[in-house]
């Protein structure tokens, strides 16, 4: 766990200064943090990891590491130009990374990061993590989901409701993960005296629904809303990582420090030099402006056209023929490649009235089944506390076999200890405080979630999906 809290100091050019409080802890469920944070006067970012075991962690502590390095009073409207170059910078670490250590493939991170010049914010984002802001009791929403289930409610083939219960709503679309395509929405925010913001990954913001985000945020205090704003998330089942950062708008001069949170405080990033082929190039000519509008330089595309049959064009038959068997083909060796892939996944689920670990993934496709049962477990569900019994059954899903046992060890520990113990309060970390930034050590994870990205929104690596969100007004210890 590590937390902050600071103010922001302004210079002789800066309106408006930054106060806030920044919070970053594993969760009563996940076994490692792979969130990491930035909280500075001039710069606030969260991160939030994705791609297995001691990757997730370091995918999101080189995004902040990198991010850290522009942290400053930044030139007058250049703010958007330093982030888009932070971000760029970022992934190219990424890609060489994963070029050293193929193990690492499929790894990559969320970044929301927001420059503060001391009138207008400017904000960066890709993935699904969030920022908002509070202004006269109203919460604003300023990032857009990178997502699958968002790209369903844009085209409105879905409602709210049925979003926040989606099977695939941690299904991503686009992050930092060293593809060319990664490139983050940039806008300015202007910002006055009385603002609030909140950065925060999806572990909250994934949990809690918007209208109790603004009931906490509204709480005068920072601390106490930082503290409102955890409290939620454990009781909507604190089943991710953790991590807020909360600022305010305020005048007058201040004195603060700056913090690093979550796994860019430990992680250790191996000392990797970017390829001479990965270039700015590639990235800066699909940076797009988050008012749908590209960036100077970049390339319009419409996503839907790439999935859309373009009109033949006139050809001798023959070559279309060939054409078409090639297309054929291609789309066999596809299905063939994405089916063996999908026998190296794991997930802990029911079967029948006992717990048991599968291989594939939970969800299936009219006619085709995408898992089998593995091994069938001695642990009956009805051992289990209800919170529990839930999870089973809606699949958690983990990123190996071992971890899939170790699922099942830590199962039969909570049946064992909530059969013969009273319920007692909920255990938590420590209530979050004005201290150098802590977390815990890297550890193997409960899984990261099933991340695809766009190149154009091509899928990249999967990885392994991330335990299925299931809100309860119960914290697990609770359910006992």
Not at 219 to 226: C, F, K, Q, R, V
Not at 271 to 282: H, K, Q, R
Not at 331 to 350: M, P
Request: net charge negative.
């Amino acid at each position: 766990m590590s937390s902050a809290d600071g103010n922001s100091e302004s210079g002789p050019a800066v309106t408006f200064n930054l106060r806030f409080v920044a919070h970053s802890e594993t969760g009563p469920v996940r076994k490692n943090n792979q969130d990491s944070g930035f909280a500075s006067r001039h710069l606030l970012a969260v991160a939030d990891g994705m791609g297995g075991a001691a990757a997730g962690d370091l995918a999101s502590a080189v995004a902040i590491d990198t991010l850290s390095r522009v942290d400053g009073s930044p030139d007058d409207g250049a703010m958007l130009e330093v982030l888009a170059d932070a971000f760029s910078r970022a992934n190219e670490r990424i890609a060489a990374l994963v070029e050293d250590d193929f193990s690492l493939e499929g790894m990559g991170t969320t970044v929301t990061a927001g420059l503060f010049d001391g009138t207008q914010l400017g904000l960066a984002h890709i993935g699904d993590s969030r920022a908002y802001l509070l202004r006269g009791g109203r919460l604003e929403r300023l990032t857009h989901d990178h997502s699958w289930v968002q790209s369903l409610l844009d085209d409105g083939k879905i409602s709210t409701e049925e979003a926040a219960v989606h099977p695939h709503r941690s299904l991503l679309l686009k992050v930092l993960n060293g593809q060319p395509s990664a490139a983050p929405d940039l806008e300015l925010i202007p910002v006055q005296v009385g603002d609030r913001l909140l950065f925060c990954s999806d572990g909250v913001c994934g949990l809690v629904d918007d209208p109790d985000l603004a009931a906490a945020m509204q709480t005068e205090s920072l601390e106490d809303a930082l503290r409102r704003l955890v409290d939620q998330a454990y009781a909507a089942g604190g089943i991710d990582n953790i991590t807020i950062i909360l600022a305010d708008i305020v005048e007058g001069e201040a004195t603060g420090g700056t913090f690093v949170l979550g796994a860019a405080s430990e992680r250790s990033i191996p000392d990797v030099v970017p390829g001479p082929d990965s270039g700015d190039d590639d990235v800066e000519d699909t940076v797009v402006v988050s008012d749908g509008t590209p960036a100077e330089g970049a390339h319009e595309v419409d996503d839907e056209a790439r999935y859309t049959p373009l009109p033949p064009a006139k050809r001798r038959l023959g070559r279309t023929l060939v054409g078409l068997l090639a297309l054929v083909l291609v789309l066999g060796a596809g299905v063939g490649t994405g089916y063996a892939w999908t026998r190296t996944q794991y997930y802990v689920g029911a079967a029948g009235e006992q717990v048991a670990i599968y291989q594939g993934l939970p969800d299936s496709v009219p006619g085709i089944s995408l898992s089998r049962v593995y091994e069938v477990q001695e642990l009956r569900l009805a051992a289990l506390p209800p919170f529990y019994q839930d999870m089973v059954r809606s699949a958690i899903e983990v990123d190996s076999l071992a971890a899939a046992r170790s699922t099942v060890t830590t199962l039969q520990a909570t049946a064992e200890r909530c059969g013969t113990q009273q319920p007692s309060p909920p255990s938590r970390p420590a209530t979050p405080g004005p201290s150098l930034p802590t977390s815990p050590s890297p550890s193997a994870s409960v899984s990261p979630g099933l991340r695809t990205t766009p190149g154009g929104d091509a899928p990249s690596t999967p990885s392994a999906p991330s335990p299925p969100r299931t809100p309860s007004t119960a914290t697990p210890e609770q359910s006992c």
